[in-house]
Nanobody, 124 residues
Framework: QVQLVESGGGLVQAGGSLRLSCAAS????????MGWFRQTPGKEREFVAS????????RYTDSVKDRFTISRDNAKNTVYLQMNSLKPEDTAVYYC?????????????????WGQGTQVTVSS
């Protein structure tokens, strides 16, 4: 059973940057897509970014395009989310997730394993 552990969240001023990391246990990570989602109180979990097993394909929600970059290092079993030009509306708990297939996916139902989440707070 793969387990995911996020890190790198915190408090940052608007315009600043953070890099989230998600470390996975198990070799299955290397053949499966990964995603980042975020959630605020009272709202559904929102897709942020996804990356294919090889890292060759990525997908982003429109609101983070040109600001966030998803990447992965299969040798380290880790996926990253580099977040630049952060805005107060980016404030949320961020979750990484392991997909059931090797491609990029936007829907939470395509993901079978989730991390515990890390809080990102952007002050204005």
């Amino acid at each position: 059973q793969v387990q995911l552990v996020e890190s790198g969240g915190g408090l940052v001023q608007a315009g600043g940057s953070l890099r989230l990391s998600c470390a996975a246990s198990g070799r299955a990570f290397r053949s499966l897509g990964m995603g980042w989602f975020r959630q605020t109180p009272g709202k559904e979990r929102e897709f942020v970014a996804s990356i294919s097993w090889s890292g060759g394909s990525t997908r982003y929600t429109d609101s983070v395009k040109d600001r966030f970059t998803i990447s992965r290092d299969n040798a380290k079993n880790t996926v990253y989310l580099q977040m630049n030009s952060l805005k107060p509306e980016d404030t949320a708990v961020y979750y990484c997730a392991l997909a059931s297939g090797g491609s990029v996916y936007s829907h939470p139902n395509e993901y079978g394993v989730w991390g515990q989440g890390t809080q990102v707070t952007v002050s204005s």
